[in-house]
C-alpha cells in the first residue's frame, strides 16, 4: 500500500512538473539561437522537427538513435543509456520508467515528455495513400515584415541614377514570405517556398518570374531498403562537418555536453537562406547494418564575372556572394551568374555502439574561380573544381563516447582533423574533450567543423568542459577552449593564438524558478589599430561578458524572465569600451481566451558596436532575430498570437529602438535619418490536420 501510495504521489509530481511543449521549443530554440552573434537567423528546421514529434511522439519501444538524436535534447550519452536500458531488460513498460536510468535526471524527463511516449505497437512502414491524405497536415504560411522608418536606399530617384548608383534600391521595403506545405508525420514531406528580400522587387525589370527566390521539396522517409528519398531543395549532413555540412550546427555553447554533432543525413529544405542547401535529388539505401548516400546538387549561384583574355572561356570569376541580395544594380548584375555543381556520395557501417563512414564530395563552378590573391587568403581555393574526402567514426566504450573526422581536399592536398570524447566520469560529472587541427590550406565551402572562427580552417585547439551537478537545484557548467593559428587572418597578419573560458552556476529547484549566473573571457589578436602604415603589429584584445539571468513562472498564465550582462572590452590601442543591457520579459497565456502575449522592455548603453551585445527575442513561429543592441537607448517590442477557428493563427509584433544619442542610424543605404528604428511582423497561418 505504501508504494502504491508513493507511485502516486510521484506521478502527480511528475505531471505537474511536465513543461509545456511551446515552452520547451522556446526555450530550446533560445538557447540556440544564443550561440550565434547574427541578427538573422533561421532555425526552421528545428522547430518543424520539434512539433512534428510532439504531434507524433517518438515511440521509445521502436526508435533508434538517429531519432532520439533529431530531438536536440539528449546528449549521446544519454540516448546510449536509454538504447542499452532497453537492450538489457527489454521494452519500457511505462514512461516512468526513464527515472530508473543512471543519466537521465527528473528535469531532462520534464524536456522530453512532450515528444516521446511508451507503446507496444509497431509503426506501420507501409503506408497507404488514403491513410496520408487523411492524416497528413496541410499549412500556409504568410508573413509580412518591414522596417517602418524610410532608409536612404529607398529615396524615389529616375531609374537612370539607380542604373549607375548602388546606393538606391529598386524594390520596396516590404518583406515577403509565403509557404505552401504538405506533410505526414515526419515521413512525408512536400513544399513550396517564396520569399522577397526588402529592397528587392516582386517582378524584374529584366526578368517576370514574381518573388526573388523559390523553394520545392518533395521528401519521404520510413522505407527499409531506401530510408529516404529528396527531390528539390534539401540539406545533407556528414560526419562531424568537416567534408560537407548544410545548415546549422552547435559549437562553443553554455551546454559543454553538446560538443558532438549530430548528422541528420538527408533533410528536406524549406527556409530561406538562398545558398547553404543543396538542389537536386538524394537518396539513402540501407542493407542490414550498412547505409549509403548519394546525392547531386546544381543549382545558380551569385557571383561577380570579369572577362579575361588569357583564360580559354574568355572570363573568370573574382568574388562569390552569400547574402542572396538582389536589390542594386551591382546585386541583380551578379544573380545567378555562376553555376555551382555538388555531387558526392557517403557509406557508412553501424554496429550496435559502433559508426564508421567515408565520404567523397566533388564541388564544381562553370567559370573558373580567381579569386583576388592576399597575404591572408594565400591558400584559400581557386580553379574550377575540387575533391574532398573524408573518414568519421563514433563509438561508445562503457560510460564514454568517442567521436572524430579525418579530411582531405585536393586542390591544397591539405588535411583536417578533429576528435573528441564525451565520458561520464560520475552520474553527476560529465567531461567532454575536442582536439581539432585545420590546415591553411583546407577549404571546402560547405562545412562547419568545431571551431573558433567561421570556417574550419587555419586553427588548431584544444578545449575541454565539465559539467556537474551539484546537491540538490544546483548545475556548474564551464568551458576553456585554446587556440591558435599558424597562418595570417582577416584584420590578423600574423600568425596568432588565444583563449576562453566560460563559467555557468544554474539553481533550477523546481519547474517554476531558474537562476543562471554566467561568466565568459575571451583573448583574440587582431592588427593594432596603431599604424604608421607600414608594418601593423597584432595585440591582445580581452573581453568579458557577465550575465545575470532569472525566469519565474508566476502561474501557469504568466512568466517573468529578467536579464543584466554587461561586456568590457580592452585592447592597448583603443580606450576601455564597455556595454550593459538590461531586459524585462513578460509572456501571458490565459486559458480561457486564444491569446498569448509577450512584452519585452530593455535599456542598453554600449561605447560603440564593438561593444554591442546580442540578445535574443520572441516573434511569430519560424521568424528568428537576435538584434544586436549597441550605443544608447531602449528597445521594447509588443508580440501577441491570435488562435481561432481551430485552424488559424495569427501573429503581430511590434518594436521599436529608440536611440538617446543618435541622429542618425545605419549607415549608406541602409541610413535612416532620426534616433527610432521601428519594425513590424504580421503573420498568419492555416493549418488542417
Known amino acids: 500500500m505504501k508504494k502504491v501510495g508513493f507511485l502516486l504521489v510521484f506521478l502527480l509530481c511528475f505531471e505537474s512538473n511536465a513543461q509545456d511543449k511551446n515552452d520547451i521549443i522556446q526555450q530550446r530554440i533560445e538557447f540556440i539561437a544564443e550561440q550565434f552573434a547574427s541578427e538573422d537567423l533561421d532555425l526552421s528546421a528545428i522547430v518543424e522537427r520539434l512539433n512534428d514529434f510532439s504531434d507524433h511522439p517518438i515511440n521509445l519501444n521502436n526508435t533508434d538513435e538517429e531519432s532520439l538524436k533529431s530531438l536536440f535534447l539528449l546528449t549521446d550519452l544519454q540516448i546510449s543509456n536509454l538504447l542499452l536500458h532497453r537492450q538489457l531488460f527489454g521494452d519500457f513498460i511505462s514512461i516512468y520508467e526513464l527515472q530508473s536510468l543512471e543519466y537521465l535526471d527528473l528535469a531532462t524527463i520534464q524536456l522530453i515528455l512532450p515528444f516521446v511516449k511508451v507503446d507496444d505497437k509497431l509503426d506501420n512502414l507501409h503506408v497507404s495513400l488514403k491513410e496520408i491524405i487523411r492524416f497528413g497536415t496541410f499549412e500556409i504560411l504568410s508573413r509580412y515584415q518591414r522596417t517602418i522608418e524610410s532608409k536612404k536606399g529607398y529615396a524615389s530617384v529616375p531609374d537612370t541614377i539607380k542604373n549607375q548608383s548602388n546606393n538606391y534600391y529598386y524594390g520596396s521595403a516590404d518583406h515577403l514570405y509565403n509557404r505552401i506545405k504538405f506533410s505526414y508525420r515526419t515521413n512525408l514531406s512536400v513544399g513550396l517556398t517564396m520569399e522577397k528580400d526588402p529592397g528587392e522587387q516582386v517582378v524584374f525589370n529584366q526578368q517576370k518570374n514574381g518573388f526573388d527566390f523559390y523553394s520545392f521539396h518533395a521528401f519521404y522517409k520510413g522505407g527499409k ?9 534539401y540539406q545533407v549532413q556528414i560526419g562531424q562537418g568537416l567534408n560537407l555540412w548544410t545548415g546549422y550546427a552547435f559549437g562553443k555553447t553554455a551546454d559543454v555536453t553538446n560538443v558532438k554533432k549530430t548528422a541528420s543525413t538527408i533533410r528536406p529544405y524549406s527556409s530561406v537562406d538562398e545558398v547553404r542547401f543543396l538542389r ?20 545558380k549561384i551569385d557571383a561577380n564575372i570579369q572577362q579575361d583574355s588569357l583564360s580559354d572561356d574568355g572570363y573568370f570569376v573574382s568574388s562569390i556572394q552569400l547574402a542572396g541580395l538582389h536589390r542594386t544594380t551591382s546585386e541583380l548584375n551578379n544573380r545567378h551568374t555562376l553555376t555551382e555543381q555538388i555531387s558526392g556520395g557517403n557509406l557508412r557501417y553501424h554496429y ?10 566533388y564541388q564544381g563552378y562553370s567559370t573558373n574561380y580567381v579569386k583576388a590573391t592576399t597575404p591572408y587568403n594565400l591558400y584559400d581555393f581557386r580553379g574550377k573544381g575540387m575533391v574532398s574526402s573524408s573518414v568519421d567514426y563514433s563509438f561508445n566504450w562503457k560510460n564514454a563516447i568517442f567521436f572524430g573526422e579525418i579530411a582531405h581536399v585536393s586542390f591544397s592536398n591539405n588535411w583536417a582533423t578533429v576528435h573528441g570524447m564525451l565520458v561520464a566520469l560520475d552520474p553527476k560529472v560529465t567531461l567532454s574533450i575536442v582536439y581539432r587541427d585545420y590546415n591553411r590550406g583546407y577549404q571546402t565551402f560547405y562545412n562547419t567543423g568545431f571551431s573558433e572562427g567561421s570556417s574550419t580552417q587555419n586553427e588548431r585547439g584544444v578545449y575541454l568542459g565539465l559539467k556537474t551537478k551539484l546537491n540538490g537545484p544546483w548545475i556548474m557548467q564551464s568551458y576553456v577552449d585554446f587556440f591558435q593559428s599558424d597562418w595570417l587572418k582577416y584584420q590578423t597578419n600574423a600568425p596568432s593564438k588565444g583563449y576562453e573560458l566560460l563559467t555557468q552556476l544554474t539553481y533550477k529547484p523546481n519547474k517554476v524558478l531558474e537562476i543562471y549566473g554566467r561568466y565568459r573571457f575571451q583573448q583574440r ?9 607600414t608594418i601593423t603589429e597584432i595585440e591582445n584584445i580581452d573581453q568579458q561578458n557577465i550575465r545575470l539571468n532569472l525566469s519565474y513562472a508566476v502561474s501557469d498564465q504568466l512568466v517573468i524572465k529578467s536579464r543584466i ?27 480561457s481566451f486564444p491569446l498569448d502575449v509577450a512584452l519585452r522592455f530593455a535599456l542598453f548603453d554600449s561605447d560603440s558596436y564593438d561593444s554591442r551585445i546580442y540578445s535574443y527575442e520572441n516573434n511569430a513561429l519560424n521568424v528568428f532575430s537576435i538584434p544586436a543592441y ?3 537607448g531602449s528597445r521594447a517590442y509588443l508580440l501577441m498570437r491570435y488562435s481561432f477557428a481551430r485552424h488559424v493563427d495569427l501573429w503581430v509584433k511590434y518594436g521599436a529602438f529608440i536611440y538617446n544619442n543618435r541622429k542618425t542610424i545605419g549607415s549608406g543605404a541602409e541610413e535612416i535619418k532620426g534616433s527610432v528604428k521601428s519594425d513590424i511582423t504580421i503573420q498568419l497561418r492555416f493549418k488542417i490536420n
Open 525 to 533: 589578436q587582431k592588427n593594432s589599430r596603431d599604424t604608421d602604415g
Open 565 to 591: 550582462e554587461y561586456v568590457f572590452i580592452n585592447r592597448p590601442s583603443n580606450i576601455p569600451e564597455q556595454g550593459m543591457i538590461l531586459t524585462q520579459d513578460i509572456l501571458f497565456k490565459p486559458k
Open 280 to 299: 537536386g535529388a538524394a537518396v539513402e539505401l540501407a542493407y542490414k547494418n550498412v547505409s549509403f548516400i548519394g546525392f547531386y546538387s546544381q543549382k
Open 630 to 632: 549597441y550605443y544608447q
Open 352 to 361: 550496435k555502439a559502433f559508426s564508421i563512414g567515408a565520404a567523397v564530395v
Open 225 to 233: 531498403y531506401i530510408k529516404s528519398i529528396a527531390l528539390g531543395d
